[in-house]
């Protein structure tokens, strides 16, 4: 517990929607090292409601990093300069004082503005709607024990499936692609034996979307790995390439 | 006064379920289409929900103020979900996990709604394994377990610290299949404002569309509310920051009993407060009990470090005090233990916290294993405090964190308004005074899943309820309703705002309606409550416009309904003159501080009917044991 407060300058991304021009506003605060990076945000809304101004918007939900809804760009990385954390675990002892934030939203053409630092990012869900599931009815299922799956590839799909949907690689990657996010879920499924019967069908199905939804595609910087919170693996994006090119095989070999 | 039929099957304990789907009358499969269901939140109940019901050919019209469905809070939840599958060979079975959870209720739960939940609990599991939720597994590939707190089997399930997550990503994902087919449709963005009632009936709800503000009106033959729990009344609670009430408290101002509102559970195992501008309160998984080992120092004031305090000097009181269950007590127990030795001057270096050390279990299974049980938990401590929990043991505080309060159903999961279902921790009816670890997800998924898929075909086929339209007059009047009040809150322009009166509301709550209460605080509190209500519509300032995005106006309204949910809280607190679970009145207790019910008087549910603001009558549902006999609770 420090108790020495921080003195630091804010530019933060203001704009009022998506057809009005935006602009960095500066702002002073004084914060506790202890508080986090939005409760930062918080007080300084309160300052400014209490000033009769507008508050900033900004999206936050759970601040324990696993809802996915925070979505700051800081400092030019999104989430912050500390990695494997989402903006709502940053915590203001890892700046300085005297320091000078720039606060942005995540920016991708697939990500419209909806205000300040708020975005629109349901071409993920659209993406999810297309084939990031198994089907199965309520009901009809074998016992949990049914089918052993060994430990390693249960793992492995676990690491796939930490996935929050936050978008950072696709705000991180400087062709706005989305093959971090959509080879997560198609990862999680290729691993395990519940996933096999729509494998390939689902592949090429959620590429399709993504592509279609104005989605870059990957030219393996790896900085999607670098910023995403949960540390999902490039090697995710190697396995829905081999999957989607076997698809494209076995597409043509039944024509 | 409302009757309250709590609609109990006939039959045996363990035919009821049996019995009542067998009973239940059918919809034509051709004509589930020509129903529309609205289901209000997306969480586990209402993502599950809204799966099935679209699975079985139903219009469902999903409502989430979330940009994105799975942003729900259930995906919060870390330690696990309770089945009794036995697959430990531990002597668990259905009505071990059914008696457990009567138990840990302490005795204030349905009996029958109870045996239920333990019923489905295994289908459950089975559901989820085969939508491709990456259960944790053991080296023969098997499912694999670990034990929570009220249990002495290995009955929970789990994926790493993040089995919320994966749960509900399942049940997302179901959706989302449904969504491709067309049977689901969601609206995101748009919080629910108000319940729409026609000749007795819930016909709809309108909603504000948090984009651009406009009032939204939506039909349906039936409504499901899987909106969730109301613990954000505190201010600081573990709930995520847009969790409210505001769905469920405005659905009972149109009729709907809420009952035990007082029955709150608060967390024992959360990280304890920084500052005045703390946000919220971030759990740490109970399932961190399983292998750490909770003490304070035997000395008061205490400002050494942990690491430096001897053994014979440090006192594991959960262990002392419980032997049988130790660090495994009930957190209702557990949460009052770590206050009693805040109180007594024993908190961790001179904090209002305890201790929770790793430090025998990393000795005993090695940092690997604990890595592996608790790795990601770790690094969110350590990301937060700054303290690495591998070598200084954790500090911990208890927190609000689930109410077990909520809508009352009856055993259909229907509210005293015909047509209106609620599921998950919005309704009241499984846990009792007190929920057990691990159990909100299982009661969540089997509202969802297994219990409104039937119910609300047996609604729809028996009661035959027909569509309103939403150019009916009451559509419009209570969209007049509502943009009145957002003209109110924008035009008062105090001087105070939002989050100010609720801190200092949440301040109140905490105080006098938190972990011990007694007479006079209540009796205190409920006139204060009033009186920042009065001043709350006086006195704040909400920034902004009607038409836009605007964040402030979101949380004044919300805070609006919190300002009169404090006080039936308060006043169902000060009624129930017994201790029960999360309900602890200091009055009522025995000589060892435990708490003492009074099974005479108060073995029944606190239905109350809201008549105007600060008004209610006690509506009571008496609860009948015929399977588990009243006795006191004993973990010791």
């Given amino acids: ?255 | 006064m409302i009757k309250l039929d709590a609609k109990i099957p006939e039959g045996t304990i363990k035919d009821k379920w049996t019995n009542h789907k067998f009973n239940m009358k059918l919809v034509n499969p051709a004509n589930k289409r020509k129903y529309d269901i609205i289901v209000v939140g997306s969480g586990l109940a209402g993502a599950s929900a809204a799966a099935s019901l679209g699975e079985l050919g139903y219009n469902v019209k999903v409502i989430t103020f979330h940009d994105s469905p799975r942003r729900a809070h259930s995906i919060s939840a870390q330690g696990g979900i309770n089945a009794a599958k036995n697959y430990q060979n531990d002597g668990d079975s259905v009505y071990r996990l059914f008696y457990d959870t009567v138990k840990g209720g302490d005795f204030r739960a349905r009996e029958a709604n109870v045996y239920r939940l333990a019923e489905v609990s295994n289908n459950i599991i089975d559901q989820c394994v085969a939508q491709g939720v990456p259960f944790a597994r053991d080296y023969g590939g098997l499912l694999d377990n670990r034990s929570f707190g009220g249990a002495l089997v290995s009955r929970t399930f789990y994926a790493k610290g993040q089995t919320g997550q994966q749960l509900l990503l399942g049940a997302y994902s179901a959706m989302n299949r449904q969504i491709a087919l067309g049977n689901v449709k969601v609206y995101t963005r748009r919080e629910m404002l108000d319940l729409v009632v026609v000749d007795e009936s819930a016909k709809g709800v309108v909603c504000r569309n948090l984009l651009n503000g406009e009032i939204e009106k939506f039909s349906a033959h039936a409504v499901v509310l899987a909106t969730g729990g109301y613990a954000n009344v505190f201010f600081l609670s573990t709930n995520a920051m847009n969790c409210n009430t505001t769905a469920i408290w405005r659905a009972h101002k149109k009729g709907a009993a809420f009952a035990n509102p007082c029955y709150t559970q608060i967390h024992p195992t959360c990280l304890p407060v920084h500052g005045e501008n703390q946000s919220k309160l971030t759990l740490m998984s109970e399932s961190l009990r399983n292998d750490g080992r909770i003490w304070v120092s035997k000395i008061k004031g205490d400002m050494r470090n942990p690491n430096e305090i001897p053994e014979e000097e440090r006192d594991y009181y959960l262990e002392r005090k419980y032997p049988t269950y130790g660090n495994l007590s009930p957190r209702d127990i557990s949460s009052r233990a770590a206050k009693e030795a805040f109180d007594d001057g024993r908190g961790a270096q001179g904090r209002e916290s305890v201790y929770l050390d790793f430090r025998d279990a990393i000795n005993r299974l090695g940092k690997n294993v604990i890595e592996e049980r608790y790795g990601n938990l770790f690094e969110i401590y350590e990301t937060i405090t700054g303290d690495n929990p591998y070598k200084i043991p954790m500090q911990i505080y208890p927190a609000p964190h689930y109410t077990m309060g909520g809508l009352w159903v009856d055993y259909n999961l229907m509210s005293t308004i015909p047509g209106l279902f609620v599921a998950g921790e919005a309704n009241f009816s499984d846990h009792g005074a007190n929920r057990l670890g691990a159990s909100a997800l299982m009661q969540g998924l089997a509202d969802g899943y297994f219990v409104l898929p039937y119910t609300i075909g047996n609604y729809l086929a028996g009661d035959k309820p027909t569509l309103v339209k939403d150019d009916h007059p009451e559509f419009g009047k209570v969209a007049n309703e509502i943009e009145d009040m957002t003209n109110k809150l924008l035009s008062i322009k105090g001087k105070r705002t939002v989050d100010d009166i609720h801190k200092q509301l949440g301040r109140l709550m905490w105080n006098k309606v938190g972990m011990a209460r007694n007479e006079i605080g209540l009796k205190e509190v409920i006139g204060e409550i009033s009186q920042l209500r009065e001043e709350f519509w006086k006195n704040v300032n909400v920034v902004g416009e009607a038409i836009d995005v605007n964040q402030c106006l979101e949380r004044a309204g919300r805070l609006a309904d919190y300002l009169e949910l404090g006080e039936i809280m308060a006043v169902d607190s000060l009624h129930r003159n017994e201790s029960c679970g999360g309900h602890f009145r200091t009055e009522y207790q025995t000589e060892e501080g435990e708490a003492l019910r009074d099974d005479e008087n108060y073995t029944y549910v606190a239905a109350w009917e809201y008549k105007e603001t600060g008004k209610w009558e006690l509506n009571k549902e008496p609860l009948e044991f015929e399977n588990v006999h009243l006795a006191t609770r004993s973990y010791k």
Avoid at chain 1, 31 to 54: G, R
Avoid at chain 1, 212 to 234: H, Q, R
Wanted: aromatic share 6%; hydrophobic share 40%; with cysteine.
């Fill in chain 1, 1 to 255: 517990m420090k108790s020495e407060k921080l003195n630091l300058t804010l530019k933060i991304w203001r704009q009022k929607n998506i057809n009005t021009p935006g602009s960095f506003v500066e702002y002073k605060i004084s914060v506790s090292p202890d508080s986090s990076f939005l409760e930062m945000l918080d007080d300084l809304n309160n300052e400014l409601e209490s000033k009769n101004l507008e508050p900033v918007a900004f999206e936050s939900d759970c601040r324990e990093g696993i809802c996915g809804t925070c979505d700051l760009v800081i400092q030019g990385q999104p989430h912050g300069p500390i990695p494997k954390i989402a903006t709502c675990q940053l915590h203001m002892r890892n700046f300085r004082d005297g320091e000078t934030i720039w606060i942005e939203p995540f920016r991708a053409k697939a990500f419209p503005i909806i205000k300040d630092l708020i975005v629109d990012r349901t071409a993920l869900d659209k993406i999810q709607q297309a084939g990031g599931f198994i089907s199965v009815n309520t009901g009809s299922v074998p016992d949990g024990n049914a089918i052993p799956i060994p430990k390693e590839n249960a793992g492995l799909s676990m690491d796939a499936a930490a996935c929050i949907g936050c978008g950072a690689c696709v705000a991180a990657c400087k062709n706005a692609s989305a093959m971090l996010f959509v080879s997560a879920k198609v990862s999680q499924f290729a691993l395990l034996p519940q996933g096999q019967p729509e494998r390939y069908k689902r592949v090429q199905e959620m590429v399709k979307v993504m592509d279609e939804l104005g989605f870059g595609s990957c030219s393996n910087t790896y900085a999607c790995e670098a910023e995403c919170p949960k540390g999902i693996s490039v090697k995710n994006i190697a396995r829905m390439n081999r999957d989607y090119f076997i698809a494209k095989v076995k597409t043509e070999e039944t024509v």
